[in-house]
């Protein structure tokens, strides 16, 4: 065989070459002085530059897009493709080379996936109540035109356990009329009342312009949160709509007939919409914040599991076979012709640090000869040659014994009822 | 179509922008890159997806080097993130400087070295790696171990560079 190339040991080490590959490899390298100097080599340039790659870490910083700095929630509607958008064209406008660009598909990535169908839900959900309220506002006007004077078609706000005064207010704002007739046809001192049934009052007269802007631009000045306001909006209107459409069809019966229920189911699901909304700003935040973990945890992990997971990949790891010998070299070590288990054919045979094989002399290593059964596990016949002194195995050990010269002991992976089998064999 | 979608991206984003990020230097860079594989692999699905992902990430690579030099910036590869900044300013700065180093030495290999590097960094196997660069898979061997060898002599020489001038 020729001196070994480089790329080849590069291979080897990378652990690309077939089994009989590597043995002629290993046959070669341990005849061959230059070669074995060269797999020296090798090895420590690919160490070393597995190891420079390795520097070159992704930074444990999030990326400046990423960085959790959101001081207020986001608007509503925004979702991640809006924010991708924007800065990102701004960036380019003003030619900042490296000016980071907004998340498009962000490292939590499972998260952000649904978090964005979800998020599309609930805008789906907003949507459909506003445009609901919308339509309660339209037939609220024609209703007025029929009804005028006549009947007080809703009653807000008495029970509501999440609508607050605030969050109803901003709803005025966005929503018009609807909301701003119901403020006016109920007094506060009634709107503490329990009872909910629509009945037919007076016509009250109608509020000053001036009362109706200052109430409006509180209303704008107390604004909190958009979301709130339009899924409260859309929900009061669709609450006003339901009871108008009630009153049209029989105002008789609508002092009984319209339900407080269907109103409180409304707002009952307004107020788990809210809540829904808020948990997904918690959950979206703490992915922020967990995005801003130091890597070196992961890594640390990581390496732990390293150290602890892989089983050695080679048969020689599994063995323990520092050094592969052939017969001329175990028969040096031993003295004498190497023992075999009679009927099977030996992977290899090598050498084995003393400590590491049970009952040996731990101060000089033993010659172990690696065999495989039909289910691939291997079977280790372990020799050493007794010095002057030194104790000989206990005949009680079925696995171990002495032979002439020789203490040996079979071991590997399988169990001691099957290796004491192999015992009879072994020449 | 989006749940293999899905899938790839959670196989195979993390360690497409870690190779981009040390192919370039800039982690929103790589960021970007390897969205605009993903929004390509969206288009035509791949049959083999890692060194088809990875084949297409370097190629955006190469244009938005070209675009960039085109435009008369300056490439951004020798630049060192400020990556640790609770290790103290000592460690921080040697970090800095190692990283630096190391780019500088990643910089002076050719092309199709670094790939090949950065690739086998990220677990490819010589089947893939030939695969995505376009090489025959006997050359991987070679190819790899002619990056790794420039690779380190590269980076010593500057030990040595920088002995010298103290």
Redesign the interface.
Known sequence: MSHL???????LL?G?LDLHEVKEIQAHIGSCAACGTRLRE?KE??G???R??????????P????APAEPAPAPFGDSPVDRRRTPRNDARISGQ??E??P???P?S??YQ?GGFFRRMRWAALVLVTVGAGYMASQMRRSSNYAFQGELVPVRLGDSTPVLSEEERSPAAAKSGESLQVAARTVPPAESKAPAAVPRRVAPRPQPAPRELAQESGATSADRRDEKAGLAAAGTVAAAANDTDRANEADPEAADEAVPESQGQNVREEAALALRELDRERQVERAAAATAAL?S?KTRDAMARQAVAAPAPRTPEQRAGVYLRIGLDEAAKQLGRPVHVIEGMSPMFMGLVLGKNSPGADPTRPVVRVVYHDSQSRLIFLDQQRIRPGQSTPPAADQLRWSQGEIALRLGGEVGADILRNYRGRVR | MTADL?RL??EY??SL??ML??RT?????A??L??ET?ARAVAAPPDNPRPWLFAVALNLVREDGRRTVTRG?RL?LLRG??????AGPDAEFERNE??AR??A??ARLNERDREA??L??EGF??DEIASTLGLAKG???????????R??EA?RAQDRGNNVAS
Do not use: I
């Not at chain 2, 993130?81 to 609770?86: F, I, M, V």
């Open positions: 190339d480089e790329g080849t040991l590069h291979a990378d690309e090798v340039f690919h070393e530059a597995d420079l790659v390795g520097v070159l870490e992704l930074p444990s910083a990326s400046r897009r990423t080379v490296n980071p660009p998340l498009l598909l490292e990535s499972s996936r130091d070196a | 899905a991206f959670d984003y993390p922008v870690r990020y040390r230097g800039d982690r929103d860079r960021e970007d390897a969205q993903f910036r951004e993130e400020q990556d640790r900044p609770t190692e990283v190391v780019r030495a990643l590097l950065l086998k960094a196997g010589y050359a991987v061997g070679t190819t790899l171990a002619r990056a790794r060898r690779l380190v980076y």
